[in-house]
């Protein structure tokens, strides 16, 4: 069976500071991918960064990285340089295979980071 | 750009009541799917549409049914609505496989 773990339910960090949420997942699938999204209080979901399993390079996007390690099975989201307004519940969410060859995003069950002044 | 748009927001439901929550996108995407999201836990998929024609169970099929209109419009009804259905509910599309899913803002549903 495949799934997407991750085990901290609340994390805080101070503002300015780094912070890594951790994710890990399991897969038979060669051909996966990765995605982290964050959800505010407010409800949306907004996609922060992308990782294929082909992909040689860690993904990163501005303040946001992916620290990629395939042989341990994680994909751990490092935010540099807090800002209060990234307090948020961040969800890491697994590409998985249909049989139809369409995916669908598995998601993690999230984790709540309060950024502190 | 509009994006995913859901409707209602909000709706509160009597256990036994029929409703239908209402997606549209308009980015031309093939595959749309539906997620419900329940305090403490991550999005669960529900049905979702790899293509206009098509849909197919995902983790939590029971007690919805789905309908894949057109290629903008992918529907999610309730036939008898029970209180564990109680949830925030999503929509989303995609374009190709490493695109991300683009989600509306959401139903929230309540079930009394």
């Known amino acids: 069976a495949q799934k997407i773990t991750q085990t901290q339910p609340g994390m805080f960090v101070q503002e300015k500071e780094a912070v890594t949420l951790d994710c890990t997942y399991d897969?038979?699938?060669?051909?996966?991918?990765l995605f982290w999204y964050k959800q505010p209080s407010s409800g949306e979901m907004i996609f922060l960064i992308y990782q294929g399993s082909y992909d040689q390079q860690n993904a990163t996007e501005g303040r946001y990285s992916l620290n990629f390690q395939k042989a341990r099975k994680s994909a751990n989201l490092v935010i540099s340089a807090s800002q209060l307004g990234d307090s948020a519940m961040y969800f890491c969410a697994m590409r998985e295979r249909t049989m139809d060859s369409s995916y669908k995003l598995i998601f993690g069950s999230g984790t709540r980071l309060l950024v502190r002044p | 750009n509009a994006g995913v748009t859901q409707t209602p927001k909000f709706q509160v439901l009597k256990t036994g009541q029929s409703m239908t929550l209402q997606c549209a996108q308009d980015m031309n995407h093939n595959s749309m799917y539906w997620y419900r999201q329940d305090p403490g836990m991550g999005l669960r998929l529900i049905y979702y549409s790899a293509s206009e024609g098509t849909t197919d169970k995902g983790e939590v099929p029971n007690g919805y049914n789905v309908s894949r209109l057109n290629k903008r419009e992918f529907s999610l009804r309730l036939e008898s609505a029970a209180p564990s259905q109680t949830s925030v509910y999503f929509c989303?599309?995609?374009?190709?496989?490493?695109?991300?899913?683009?989600f509306g803002n959401g139903t929230r549903l309540t079930v009394t």
């Open positions: 897969t038979s699938d060669p051909s996966y991918g």
């Open positions: 989303a599309s995609r374009d190709q496989d490493s695109s991300p899913l683009h």
